[in-house]
């Protein structure tokens, strides 16, 4: 297996250099002993960015078993960088089996590309209010879990706006034990049974059926809203299905018949669901919800209906069923409808007054029979991407969830490297290491036509594996480059773990003494001798990569990762690691030095999770040539520039109006010491930008002073 990571060409002089949050995968806090990652997919059938999404995480695994709180409560979930803690809910959490069922607010959910996520167990208790998972816009949440007891508001809003539901009536509904739901499992965790009503009609009869009742809403939409549910086992309803499987109600007393008819919003009909506001159908659809899903994953539907009330603007109402846009309706955009809160919401049935003027909200009927699962009320019309990424998310979790491998908070004390119950204790090993060096020679071609042409040179070591750090002799392969070219360094990596938990790489060369105005934060890469990298890259899984160049002549480019390692081996070969699964990590790093560059060892290293490394110089060393002065064998050893490229030489002294500093810059480019070069030198590069003399003219002028 090979990792290859290729840094895409960035602009001489406009590199941006980007500091990770933490060396690797920073942990979120050292009381939480292990976590694992998440990755949320539902980019896959989303086409527009979410924004603060209620992402259900569902899954079930041994290693949840091992928290500290049989109730959960010590879970935390954070963001990719492993310390922003994200709002989370959790709705059933079993310590025995590790079957977890929470909601996690994303703040972003983008549609561009998966979302990772981290969730920590095995540390303190904390306190989260279910509240901050959902946004300000739901009005009411029910998870429908609750064992249905007949309890006043036992039935909890989660939103925080206490909507609580009382099963089988309160309040302007005397209470009746025979019409309480059931507890049974639902499409995520427990939902509810209701039995359906008897009693089929939309006048004063009061119903038989099931239904939950909150007598009075104390938050609701005023204007446009939102209805999400899920519906499954609904009994088949007769003929058209009339005055049957009516599903959600709302209704607002109020002295004028008229008046409460005007606060009447409906959700009709699971044979044919209707949308209804007052007297009005907004949707009115042939789509039934009584029979089966026919996805393979669930045999329930999802219901979203969309409900416009021309509070932003007139346009469609729209009805959503398993995530697809059944029904478009604009019959009613021509009306502004306003609703009024205060009023009672039946789950399960509709309402209907009690008496012949039409004005009191005291009958249930029409009862809902079938199960009923995670009903939600928001002011807003939710969009279609909503509805698609709630279906697939709610209703098939396991296919756009991912659970990584777990991963322990480690403790970097030599006491516990050394206990036989250390989890990971060694560091990944340098398997091989190939450099290849790529000159274009296309400028050589006079001919236009001609094809461009490359030459490379390659390199390969092997190392033994059987030691801790690879063992090289005393002899470096000395590898010469030419301004322009292309050197990529490759390492192929193993480790005693999954290759997973590599965290960091990196590869280092032009090692100088520290420059005066180095910036320290970039100065922590020595070599054996105490001298400090001055252009280096380093990859961070978890984090934005490093590079660095002190004299800004590097061109690097971003990386290209891809992961593959298997649980088959074969006999004679690579012995599977402690996780039984066998692979190697490749990662590239390409560079391009535009100037030339001492010769330089070339250290590289690399970590794990749990900090082990090694940090080692290759057995090479690396130079590109065209600065220093070249010695002939004469008896006055007379010194020649060789510099390399006159047209890059041109256009950097092509600005200079001879200070001190150009002086110095000159001499750095040239290859020789300042006290060498007198100030007025720089007047020869003037000269040159004014056309007054060549290139070669102040070569030859130079060499001369060197060399008296």
């Not at 049957?244 to 209704?251: F, G, L, P, R, T």
């Not at 044979?271 to 669930?298: H, P, Y």
Request: net charge negative.
């Amino acid at each position: 297996m090979q990792i290859k990571i290729i840094f895409s060409v960035l602009a001489l002089f406009s590199l941006v250099f980007l500091v990770p949050a933490d060396a690797f995968g920073a942990w979120y806090d050292t009381e939480w002993e292990y976590r694992n990652k998440i990755t949320v997919s539902l980019n896959s059938v989303i086409s527009s960015d979410l924004s603060n999404f209620p992402v259900l995480v569902s899954l079930t695994d041994s290693d949840f078993t091992q928290v500290n709180n049989a109730d959960g409560t010590d879970f935390v979930f954070t963001a990719s960088d492993g310390t922003t803690q994200l709002f989370h809910e959790i709705e059933k959490f079993d310590s025995l089996t590790g079957e977890l069922i929470a909601w996690v607010k994303f703040p972003a959910l983008p549609s561009a590309s998966t979302t990772d996520i981290y969730i920590y167990y095995k540390g303190n208790s904390i306190s989260v209010d279910s509240e901050d998972v959902w946004d300000s816009n739901y009005n009411a949440v029910f998870h429908l879990n609750q064992t249905a007891t007949g309890n006043v508001d036992e039935f909890v809003d989660v939103t925080g706006n206490e909507n609580h539901g009382t099963t089988g009536g309160t309040g302007r509904i005397t209470h009746q034990e025979s019409r309480e739901t059931t507890q049974v499992s639902g499409q995520i965790g427990h939902g509810q049974q209701f039995a359906g009503s008897t009693v089929h009609s939309t006048k004063k009869t009061q119903g038989g059926g099931d239904y939950i009742w909150v007598d009075q809403v104390g938050s609701w939409p005023t204007g446009d809203l939102t209805m999400e549910l899920w519906v499954g086992d609904v009994e088949d309803s007769p003929g058209t299905g009339n005055n049957y499987n009516d599903m959600i109600s709302y209704c607002v007393e109020n002295s004028n018949a008229n008046g409460k008819w005007s606060n009447h919003l409906s959700l009709w009909q699971a044979k044919k669901v209707k949308m209804k506001v007052r007297t009005d159908f907004f949707v009115s659809s042939a789509q039934s919800v009584e029979g089966n899903n026919s996805d393979s994953f669930t045999n329930w539907n999802h219901i979203m209906a969309v409900y416009n009330l021309a509070e932003n603007g007139s346009g469609p109402s729209k009805l959503y069923v398993n995530g697809d846009l059944i029904m478009s309706s604009s019959r009613s955009a021509d009306k502004t409808y306003s609703i009024v809160g205060g009023g009672s919401l039946a789950i399960g049935g509709d309402i209907d007054s009690s008496s012949n003027a039409q004005t009191l909200c005291k009958r249930v009927n029409n009862g809902f029979d079938g199960k009923m699962d995670e009903v939600r009320i928001s002011n807003i019309q939710r969009s279609a991407d909503w509805a698609v990424a709630s279906y697939n998310n709610q209703g098939d979790p396991s296919t756009y969830l991912l659970l990584g491998a777990q991963e322990m908070q480690e403790t970097h004390d030599d006491e516990e490297k050394n206990d036989s119950e250390c989890y990971d204790c060694e560091a990944p090993k340098l398997a091989k290491v190939e450099v290849h060096v790529t000159s274009d020679t296309s400028d050589e071609i006079v001919n236009d036509s001609s094809p461009q042409i490359s030459q490379t040179r390659d390199y390969v070591w092997i190392f033994d594996q059987k030691t801790p750090y690879p063992m090289f002799d005393d002899y470096k392969t000395p590898i010469i480059a030419d301004p322009g070219d292309e050197v990529e360094i490759i390492l192929e990596l193993t480790d005693n773990r999954t290759l997973e938990r590599i965290a960091d790489s990196g590869t280092y060369t032009n090692f100088l003494n520290r420059p005066n105005d180095m910036n320290l934060f970039y100065a922590n890469n020595f070599d054996e001798y105490g001298k400090v990298s001055t252009a280096f890259y380093e990859w961070y899984n978890t984090g934005d990569d490093l590079f660095y160049d002190y004299d800004q002549t590097v061109q690097w480019s971003p990386s290209d990762i891809t992961i593959q390692e298997s649980a088959e081996f074969v006999e004679g070969g690579q012995a599977p690691n402690l996780d039984g699964l066998v692979g190697t990590f490749t990662i590239s790093f390409k560079m391009k030095f535009l100037q030339p560059m001492q010769t330089t060892d070339v250290w590289v290293q690399a970590t794990d999770r749990s900090g082990n490394f090694f940090k080692v110089a290759l057995p090479l060393t690396l130079k590109v040539a065209g600065n220093e002065p070249l010695f002939f064998e004469s008896k006055i050893n007379q010194k020649v520039l060789g510099f390399y490229d006159e047209a890059m030489l041109y256009e950097i002294v092509s600005g200079w109006n001879g200070s001190s500093e150009d002086v110095s810059e000159l001499a750095e480019i040239l290859g020789v010491p300042d006290e060498q070069l007198p100030s007025w030198v720089t007047n020869l590069a003037v000269w040159v930008s004014q056309e007054k003399i060549t290139i070669g003219d102040m070569i030859v002028s130079i060499e001369h002073l060197i060399n008296n």
